[in-house]
């Protein structure tokens, strides 16, 4: 099955400055990459999405990025704000439809 | 739409208790997920169903059961509860090959 990994576990970046997180999947199949930001005590909620057909998409000061070839994709987030601070969550869907997430990474916007 | 909901919030349980957590779709997805999210850790499937009638098992199936008799409920039973199924249950469905959506979340705290 698919296996995502997801690095950093943890980052910290000043208000106003970028912060990327990037992750690698191992099943060339993968189709579908989701991002998901959880606020503590909330449920996950989808921020941005790409298709296999695309190389990046942006939404405002959201974007992510995927290299097929060597597949991995990232997601960048400009302009941070102390609202982003969350622990945001990578997944990859292969065929089956089943999504496989990233372990996580918590961000930490200091103001 | 009310989305995907959840009951109940919060529950806490005896060693040895068993019960049902509730999981509700109005979106006509075909696809239904339950995951457990144990402090600071990803998400983790425990079983999924790709339409009613057909369950399959996820990563960690151990010590729940499911049954899918409608498109739109998707209930996870708990038989003879444990400490180690202290989590924060949440519930998702799909169309297929689209995003998940999250429900809430179930709190089961078992002691």
């Known amino acids: 099955g698919e296996n995502v990994e997801q690095h950093p576990s943890t980052l910290s970046v000043q208000e106003g400055d970028s912060a990327v997180i990037k992750c690698t999947y191992s099943?060339?199949?993968?189709?579908?990459f989701p991002w998901y930001k959880q606020e503590l005590g909330k449920r996950p909620q989808l921020i941005i999405d790409i298709r296999s057909n695309v190389g990046e998409k942006k939404d405002q000061r959201i974007a992510v990025t995927l290299n097929k070839t060597a597949k991995h994709f990232s997601l960048h987030i400009t302009e941070t704000q102390p609202e982003d601070s969350a622990v945001y969550f990578c997944?990859?869907?292969?065929?089956?439809?089943?999504?496989?997430f990233g372990t996580g990474t918590r961000l930490t916007v200091i103001p | 739409n009310a989305g995907v909901t959840q009951t109940p919030k919060f529950r806490i349980l005896k060693i040895g208790q068993s019960m049902t957590l509730q999981c509700t779709q109005d979106m006509n997805h075909n696809y239904m997920y339950w995951y457990r999210q144990d402090p600071g850790m990803g998400l983790k499937l425990i079983y999924y169903s790709v339409g009613a009638g057909i369950t399959d098992k996820g990563e960690v199936p151990n010590g729940y059961n499911v049954s899918r008799s409608t498109t739109e409920d998707f209930p996870l039973r708990l038989e003879l509860a444990a400490p180690s199924q202290t989590s924060v249950y949440f519930c998702?469905?799909?169309?297929?090959?689209?995003?998940?959506?999250f429900g809430p979340g179930t709190r089961l705290l078992v002691l």
């Open positions: 998702a469905s799909q169309r297929g090959g689209e995003t998940q959506y």
């Open positions: 099943d060339s199949a993968s189709n579908y």
């Open positions: 997944g990859g869907y292969t065929g089956a439809n089943n999504l496989f």
